[in-house]
């Protein structure tokens, strides 16, 4: 009897226990909520957006290499089809509405990510990482040479417009709390998505894919939903983007984004929720401070020395080595 | 003038041979990175940099010291593969046991930083290198003119590729190389310096690198940014062929030059994405690549 009581005693504490952190959790959940709520009162609203933009990049990103392990060199092209089927569309028909040019755009860069998947799971590992780069070239390509895109100009001058015809999003504000409930509904649901079955499932192929094929998941096909969902986040941020500073560009094509994602989520903290978005806060920020003074055409270097010193030194990124402390610490 | 599907000969055969200089690069590139992975169980981002360290070293050492294109040819690989094995051993070597993702991710890092800082130094525009004197000219081959740099660069690559092959397949050194891809661990214990190997065989993946850099010089615009988008085409490559043999990165590497060639004759908008769509084809019907070995 007496070791009965003592089991209850332990998983009680454990309750307690799961429960005091998680009340912990929502409590800085609603803290960085009211943060982000109250952010245009003191910051220029157009910045904060650059940055939920791209947070929301990382966050669709890091579903991918933080909880399946797949490293995909290639995001540059969803976030690129995204934005430039939204800008020619929003370009092009002045009756749509915003949210339909965006929906769009999601949809689209969703297939290319269902084509870009069903050719790039063939291969683990770095190859991988290869051919999601190589795809992503072609898609540059595509980009540069078809008539509508603007070719090396880009598309400019791309139309707000109306939310559901009603909301006037030439008003910054108004633009920046529709940003804001995209970027919580992205982050929300892959929040959702990991903490659900099947993102346990994509979690066993991260820390050991033979394990799970024997233990019979068809890891082919939960790959490929990972990648699906995750290229239709990216192209939503593509999206919301150029719908945000009014332009498409080559930029958002290159190679270089496809990097700059990655420098994000892995600076942030790969396989934390939080990480991505504090990567992406910080990179931006860099960028945009080294671009104001002396430095501006040292940002390459200095992201790769960031690239060198994060894989060298702290691999967990700013979240993890953070959580790693706490975790440390506490117990 | 003779025609074949309605483009002249020489037309035809100009691009054949475009294509198959264009192919030697690739497989002189492939070839190195295939030696790394061999090894070092790594893909080196850094290949890209390290071609253009070769060219830029190549230039420069010219510029500043009037050395000329023959000792360049030697001595920028050496002086690059020196440095590569300084990055391997001071970083690639730090995190060996770690997944294979963030030795990618450093080598990536590496580039972003040589690429960087070059481009502040000396600009995108390209830097000027002057051809050497033996090689201005060419001979009339009857269907077609050969410039004589162009057969040189043919005939240099394809001997650094059947020199590497005949290393690493018929000596004692590559003997050693070829037991450390299968397992290096009991190569440690037999006594022999798998770090020194390690180490040895990164300096000499990115030589061949910088070789082709150096060879690149005197006909390709060298500039700091001249190895990020060889490199993509090189992955789409590696891809195709498989790493499996040494054999099989040349072939694939020649092979994509040519296919590459042909399409500026017949379509000229796609012949920037056309190995890429062949990576495609090739991983929808044989995953593990032409000449690969497992899926």
């Known amino acids: 009897m007496a070791t009965t009581t003592t089991q209850t005693d332990i998983q009680q504490s454990i309750v307690k226990q799961q429960k005091s952190e998680q009340r912990k959790k929502r409590i800085l959940n609603l803290v960085l909520l009211a943060l982000l709520l109250l952010a245009p009162a003191v910051m220029y609203p157009v910045f ?133 409930a995209v970027f919580l509904g992205g982050y929300l649901m892959v929040q959702r998505i990991v903490g659900s079955p099947f993102g346990q499932v994509l979690k066993a192929i991260k820390q050991n894919e033979p394990r799970a094929v024997s233990l019979g998941y068809n890891v082919d096909r939960y790959k490929l939903l990972a990648f699906v969902i995750s290229a239709g986040l990216a192209g939503l941020a593509g999206s919301v983007k150029t719908v945000v500073f009014q332009l498409a560009s080559l930029n958002d094509a290159h190679w270089h984004m496809s990097g700059e994602v990655i420098l994000m989520t892995l600076l942030g903290g790969t396989g934390t929720l939080l990480g991505p978005v504090v990567g992406a806060t910080f990179v931006v920020n860099l960028e945009y401070q080294l671009a104001q003074g002396p430095l501006g055409d040292w940002v390459d270097p200095i992201l790769g020395a960031i690239f060198v010193l994060t894989v060298m030194a702290f691999r967990s990124g700013i979240v993890g080595e953070i959580q790693n402390f706490m975790r440390k610490n506490m117990s | 003038m003779t025609e074949i599907l309605g483009v002249p000969v020489a037309v035809l055969s100009g691009q054949l041979m475009l294509g198959v200089i264009n192919g030697s690069f690739y497989a002189l590139l492939s070839l190195g990175l295939a030696v790394i992975f061999g090894l070092l169980k790594i893909i080196n981002f850094a290949h890209g940099a390290m071609y253009m360290l070769g060219a830029m070293c190549t230039v420069l050492m010219f510029d500043a010291f009037g050395i000329n294109y023959w000792v360049a040819l030697f001595l920028a690989p050496v002086v690059v593969g020196c440095f590569g094995i300084v990055l391997e051993y001071f970083l690639l070597r730090r995190i060996a046991g770690q997944d294979h993702i963030y030795s990618l991710l450093l080598t990536f890092g590496i580039a972003l930083i040589l690429q960087g800082v070059l481009t502040n130094i000396y600009g995108v525009s390209g830097l000027r290198y002057s051809m050497p004197e033996v090689f201005r000219g060419g001979m009339n081959l009857g269907f077609m003119f050969l410039p004589y740099y162009r057969a040189w660069v043919i005939v240099a690559a394809l001997v650094v590729c059947f020199g590497t092959w005949f290393l690493i397949e018929k000596t004692r050194l590559g003997s050693y190389l070829r037991a450390g891809t299968e397992d290096s661990q009991l190569m440690q214990g037999f006594g022999i310096n798998v770090p020194l190997l390690i180490s040895l065989t990164y300096g000499f993946g990115v030589m061949l690198a910088a070789f082709a850099g150096a060879l690149a010089a005197p006909i390709y615009s060298v500039s700091p940014v001249m190895g990020s988008n060889i490199l993509i085409v090189v992955f789409a490559v590696v891809v195709i062929g498989g790493m499996g043999s040494i054999a099989g990165a040349v072939i694939t590497g020649l092979m994509m030059g040519v296919v590459e060639g042909f399409t500026k004759v017949f379509y000229p908008e796609g012949s920037a994405a056309v190995i890429f769509l062949v990576m495609v084809v090739v991983l929808l019907i044989r995953p593990s690549g032409l000449f690969g070995k497992e899926a």
């Open chain 1, 48 to 180: 904060l957006m650059k940055i939920l933009c791209f947070a929301l990049f990382a966050v669709a990103f890091n579903l991918l290499l933080g909880y399946t392990g797949l490293l995909s060199f290639g995001h540059a092209a969803f976030l690129a089809a995204g934005s430039y089927t939204t800008g020619y569309l929003l370009s092009n028909f002045s009756g749509l509405t915003t949210e339909m040019g965006i929906i769009v755009g999601t949809a689209v860069a969703t297939v290319l990510g269902l084509g870009f998947g069903i050719v790039a799971i063939r291969r683990q590992g770095i190859y991988f990482a290869m051919i999601t780069l190589a795809l992503a070239q072609l898609v540059y390509f595509f980009f540069v040479q078809a008539p509508f895109t603007g070719g090396e100009d880009g598309m400019h001058g791309v139309p707000r417009g109306h939310l559901f015809g009603l909301v006037d999003l030439e008003n910054n504000y108004a633009m920046y709390y529709f940003v804001l």
